[in-house]
């Protein structure tokens, strides 16, 4: 443990970036200069200066005091500055440690919250731009606020080579950012199947690559300017900053290898990755062809066999699809957007007709599939549902089963949105009549991709038509056969939840203040476990109720633990902050999706349990209206006479 002085005694600099200060002083003014010069970053790996015993005997601290800052300094005989360690907010407590190179800062810990534990790291000057965030003061970054499309590709190259999954998934697009990027229905849909395979992929990759040992570094990046894909394209919202065909160049036992990282996308200040670096004897120039964004306009062409007339002709059907897709997203009346979707939907079967492979053809399919469903959804495209069920009858006979199910699937799920919008849709009927449909798809496709989905859908619509057993049998099912799906992870949560009544509800997780919150800390409390999120108007209708049965009953044992499925956790902490709920909440990054909800296969919000003093689950679908009687039964006994409603 290293010491320094502080204007009222002493710190001690304990691991994680921890400072704890004596009334009694340890030193009398600055601390000694080889005291100074041991601490070193939280983070590994930072290159700045470290002097020899016979330079350090030259150097010398300097107190610095403006205002409320104040701190010392650490320079050589040069006066060239080594250190800087500072308390900005005046409260004797060291808050910024910085280090340096060559007389520029290269590097320093922060603690934003000002409680003795470092919670950001800065990278400067010719050590680069990255911000990292510690969310759970550990010392490990969580999150990457601000890193640069070089930083991201040097941070796949040492995951790899250090078989560091965790390092990998942080500079990976997250489900959260991927759905504020506002790309159309399909694209997303497209990325969120691929990010959901990376984390296996990646293990499985380190397991078994031999290119990157353990030294291996990242020597340069590759790649050409970004690209803007504007909004409207394939029905996105916003522009979004893209690189394609990004490669990394690393040295490792004495050669250098080419990483192709693919695609990045720029989220906020910091880019990400979209999918799992292909390494190996490759050429980087034919890998780098699939770029995710730019694909269509070049890379099916590029692949294509054959002479060029082939070619061409694809290409001008690229180029048509590209200035109508521009016009879609300009056309407001209904009858010219439905005109535009046929013929799109045209365009995109020639061009599947034309594809080079049937890797190829089938992406232009599943792109049809996907556009056409969603336009019907919309209401943009009646007639697509249709068009689906004629394309589908064509996959079916030329025996493309895998693609032939992708359309099917999202042929039937068009046909059930364009039925609920009749005003005079009987909807008991249409629910009974959708359930046995995804049976029939279940049986029919019981291999395919989108039988997980259908599985989750028919499990979900039993559940909420109160045919338990039904939903049972199926969430079961589901979570046999795929358990590493969302949806197999999702069923094997809704199996939790449905059985939990009289056994003990194990929840934990990071808590929005950034503390870890356990649901067994609370044993011998009455606790309702309240899963909301700041945008659910049946949760914000619930809080008066909630924050009065709290006030009434809170001395007789009873209390809330809430868990929060904001996408931002920034906006959960603001709204309990301007609503006042004093009391513990859950957040994990996912939104509905998080570990969380995922656990206990979270469907509808609110969704509340009440949980007994031993633990167990008393009830799990509770309604506020129904805890005032609830818990006049069960602390009766405990409530002051005065207290008692």
């Not at 290269?106 to 400067?124: E, L, P, S």
């Not at 990325?191 to 395979?197: G, Q, V």
């Not at 291999?447 to 997980?452: A, C, G, L, R």
């Amino acid at each position: 443990m290293t010491k320094l002085a502080c204007r009222i005694g002493w710190c001690a600099f304990l691991a994680g970036g921890m400072w704890i200060c004596s009334e009694t002083g340890l030193y009398a003014g600055a601390p000694p200069v080889d005291q100074a010069l041991k601490l070193a970053p939280v983070q590994k790996g930072i290159d700045y200066d470290r002097p020899t015993p016979e330079e350090a005997a030259k150097c010398v601290v300097t107190p610095i005091k403006e205002g409320k800052l104040s701190g010392w300094t650490v320079q050589d005989s040069n006066g060239t500055l080594l250190r800087r360690f500072l308390d900005t907010n005046g409260d004797n407590l060291v808050d910024i440690w910085a280090y340096y190179k060559d007389g520029l800062e290269v590097y320093r810990d922060i603690d934003v919250n000002y409680n003795g534990k470092a919670d950001q790291y800065r990278w400067f000057h010719t050590a680069g731009t990255r911000w990292g965030l510690d969310l759970n003061e550990d010392g490990q970054i969580d999150v990457w606020k601000t890193i640069s499309p070089e930083e991201v590709s040097a941070e796949v190259v040492a995951a790899i080579a250090q078989r560091d999954l965790a390092r990998f998934l942080r500079v990976v697009l997250s489900p959260e950012e991927l759905r504020n990027l506002g790309l159309g229905p399909a694209q997303e849909k497209a990325l969120a199947e691929r990010l959901n395979t990376l984390k296996d992929r990646f293990e499985k990759l380190v397991a078994q690559q031999k290119v990157l040992d353990a030294s291996a570094r990242w020597v340069q990046f590759s790649g050409h300017q970004p690209g803007v894909v504007p909004a409207g394209t394939q029905g996105s919202s916003k522009d979004l900053r893209v690189y394609e065909n990004v490669i990394a160049v690393a040295e490792s036992g004495g050669k250098h290898v080419q990483i192709v990282i693919g695609t990045l996308v720029e989220v906020g200040q910091g880019w990400r990755v979209i999918d799992l670096p292909s390494l190996g004897g490759e050429e980087p120039s034919e890998l780098a062809a699939g770029g995710f964004f730019f694909r269509p306009a070049a890379a099916p062409n590029a692949r294509m066999p054959g002479g060029a007339g082939v070619g061409q002709e694809l290409q001008k059907l690229l180029t048509e699809l590209e200035k109508l897709d521009q016009t879609l997203a300009q056309t407001q009346r209904a009858e010219e957007k439905a005109q535009l979707h046929a013929q799109r939907a045209n365009l995109l079967e020639q061009v599947a007709q034309q594809a080079g492979n049937p890797q190829d053809r089938q992406l232009w399919y599943k792109q049809l599939a996907d556009t056409v469903g969603a336009a019907v959804q919309t209401g943009e495209y009646p007639k697509g549902a249709e068009r689906l069920a004629e394309l589908y009858e064509k996959l079916k006979k030329a025996q493309d089963v895998d693609i032939a199910a992708y359309v099917r699937f999202r042929q039937l799920t068009a046909e059930y949105g364009l039925a609920l919008q009749n005003p005079k849709a009987d909807f008991p009927k249409l629910q009974a009549e959708w359930l046995k449909t995804l049976e029939e798809f279940i049986s029919q496709y019981p291999n395919s991709p989108d039988t997980s989905e259908a599985m989750l859908q028919l499990a979900m619509g039993y559940e909420f038509a109160g045919q338990e057993t039904d939903a049972l049998k199926w969430y079961n099912d589901l979570a046999s056969k795929f358990p590493q799906t969302h949806a197999g992870k999702k069923a094997a949560g809704a199996q939790r939840r449905l059985q939990s009544v009289g056994k003990v509800l194990e929840l934990a997780g990071k808590g929005l203040s950034g503390d870890q919150v356990d649901l067994a800390q609370y044993r011998g409390r009455i606790v309702l476990v309240h899963f909301w999120t700041s945008w659910c108007e049946p949760c914000k209708a619930d809080l008066p109720t909630l924050k009065d049965l709290l006030e009434r009953y809170g001395k007789a044992g009873f209390t809330i633990v809430g868990v929060n499925l904001d996408n931002n956790p920034e906006e959960a902490v603001q709204f309990v902050k301007e609503n006042r709920l004093g009391w513990a909440h859950i957040h994990e990054p996912g939104g509905l999706e998080s570990r969380p909800a995922n656990e206990l296969g979270i469907l509808t919000l609110p969704t509340m349990f009440l949980v007994g003093a031993d633990g167990k689950v008393i009830q799990r679908d509770i309604r506020a209206s129904q805890l005032d009687k609830e818990l006049r039964q069960l602390t009766s006994e405990k409530i002051p006479a005065a207290l008692k409603p």
